[in-house]
């Protein structure tokens, strides 16, 4: 048990660990990306500052191309010559760009939600199932999320189906039907560390049908169906024995009293006139029965 923990902490201490560097690299990758307008070149300056002066020429008409509107929920990478402006994301709310050197990319900030299609999967114990899912996610950096993918979404979702399959690959039947949230977990785990380079970042995984063969299906109906017939079995044995066992004890309880019989007899016939029958029972002592089985 105390290796069991041990290697369970340098695995956690590991994932921290790389999270660290990842984060590192991250925000490396980011100044690299956002120092880019500084490299632009003197034909790029010159650009630039031609642009800069036909604005200014131009106003007021001009104004209505410099000036940008994003949403709450957007940001604007705003690339100069090609390149990042520095800065980062712009937004919400107003920016300028220049007219002939500048061009922006709007990134929605919402948690955008996705249905991973039925996937065929070989379980661990050799049983085909089909399993589909639902993945939310959302942009996390704006600027990864342009610059390092070329379709963040696609991606998104193209790695969402080839992880469902390699996480229930290694499952069984019985996992696969009962740990979904282990399973869901372990999936948001993988696909939030794979997209982090890319700016995503992947709030929830939720398995959602798992669907089994007609045969199996019918084979687990079947199985079912007798351990419930066996379970009932020994249910109604259980009873019978208790049953006969109480029977006893009352047996005994009523041969030491004589009385307790006739009491009964007195029970029994209230019982039957309470339910409104036609039934006559006429009462007979068993003494008088035991002198007619001496004779």
């Not at 399993?131 to 193209?158: F, H, K, P, S």
Request: charged share 25%.
């Amino acid at each position: 048990m105390e290796d069991g923990r041990e290697t369970a902490a340098m695995k956690e201490q590991k994932r921290k660990d790389r999270q660290i560097d990842r984060w590192c690299y991250t925000n490396d990758d980011i100044q690299a990306l956002e120092s880019g307008d500084s490299d632009i070149g003197v034909c790029g300056w010159i650009l630039v500052l031609f642009s800069i002066l036909l604005t200014l020429l131009t106003l007021p008409l001009s104004i209505w191309m410099c000036i940008k509107i994003v949403k709450e929920y957007e940001r604007a990478i705003i690339f100069r010559l090609g390149r990042i402006l520095r800065g980062g994301a712009k937004g919400p709310g107003l920016f300028f760009i220049l007219p002939c050197t500048d061009s922006f990319i709007n990134v929605d900030m919402r948690t955008i939600t996705f249905d991973i299609p039925p996937q065929e999967v070989l379980t661990k114990d050799s049983v085909t199932v089909s399993v589909d899912g639902v993945v939310y996610y959302r942009v996390q950096n704006a600027t990864l999320a342009v610059a390092n993918i070329t379709n963040a979404d696609a991606a998104t979702r193209l790695l969402a189906q080839t992880t469902l399959r390699n996480v229930l690959g290694t499952k069984n039947l019985a996992e696969i039907l009962s740990d979904r949230e282990e399973i869901a977990h372990s999936m948001q785990s993988t696909l939030d560390d794979a997209t982090d380079d890319w700016g995503i970042k992947v709030e929830r995984v939720e398995i959602k049908d798992v669907k089994l063969p007609l045969q199996l299906q019918r084979a687990m109906a079947a199985e079912a169906e007798a351990t419930r017939e066996a379970r009932a079995k020994v249910i109604a044995a259980e009873g019978e024995m208790n049953a006969s066992r109480a029977l006893k004890e009352a047996s005994l309880v009523i041969a030491e009293s004589p009385s307790a019989l006739q009491l009964r007899y007195l029970q029994t016939l209230n019982t039957i006139a309470a339910e409104k029958n036609s039934t006559i029972i006429f009462p007979l002592p068993i003494d008088m029965m035991q002198s007619f089985m001496k004779h």
